[in-house]
């Protein structure tokens, strides 16, 4: 191996490790006390790097919190996959997709919201942002799937179901007249709702 190839191999390590314990320490601040009371220089501090070195990484706070969430709802959205694929009734077999992504989002409310509105309203082009995209659209394709099961639902029809099913998860977790739902309650008014989008 090259002297020079070496030297890129240990950059790409140390930035990786920075990288690993940036997302450690918003991790825990954010889990502690709210993303909304915490500033990037605590984050700085606890990762042991400048907020210099900090914003090389993310550029705001809302970009620290996809960096940290976006890991976990992928964990959630395959946990929710796997369950999907040994439950036989279609609506139940949604539901145990959505469920894991509903609880993921209320370990911490505050945070499940700000992730929420980040993810929608930020910038598409960022890779964050488009990394929380990718997930929703991932979700989507898994409910299709699901969707599909029911003979009755053509192909076209399951992936705008998915999209409405993903609409109606996302104002169940994010609108303020639900902070105080627990996760059975959230997941009591998506049934309803998705319930009536499915035929009879």
């Known amino acids: 191996m090259s002297v020079a190839s070496q030297s890129v191999g240990r950059r790409e390590r140390n930035k990786q490790e920075k990288l690993d314990r940036i997302v450690a ?6 889990a502690e006390h ?4 915490v500033t990037t220089q605590q984050i700085a501090d606890k990762a042991d790097i400048g907020t210099g070195t900090l ?3 993310a550029k705001t706070k ?3 919190l996809l960096l940290v969430q976006n890991a976990k709802y992928v964990e959630a959205l395959e946990r929710g996959r796997a369950g999907a694929e040994t439950v036989p009734g279609v609506l139940d077999a949604v539901l145990a ?3 894991p992504i509903v609880e993921c989002n209320r370990v911490q409310i505050d945070n499940g919201r700000t ?4 993810m929608v309203f930020g910038d598409p082009e960022e890779p964050r942002h488009g990394a929380a995209l990718a997930i929703v659209a991932q979700t989507e394709e898994a409910v299709a799937a699901v969707l599909r099961r029911d003979e009755r639902v053509a192909e076209g029809d399951a992936a705008t179901l998915a999209h409405i099913v993903s ?10 007249v639900n902070i105080a739902l627990s996760v059975e309650e959230i997941m009591q008014d998506i049934r ?3 319930d009536v989008l499915l035929p009879c």
């Not at 320490?25 to 954010?30: P, T």
């Open 62 to 64: 809302g970009e620290l």
């Open 167 to 176: 609409a109606v998860m996302f104002l169940s977790m994010a609108v303020s």
């Open 115 to 118: 992730y929420l509105r980040e």
């Open 192 to 194: 309803k709702h998705v």
């Open 34 to 37: 709210g993303v909304d009371e």
């Open 25 to 30: 320490a918003a991790s825990e601040l954010f």
């Open 55 to 57: 914003f090389l990484y």
């Open 97 to 99: 997709i959505v469920r």
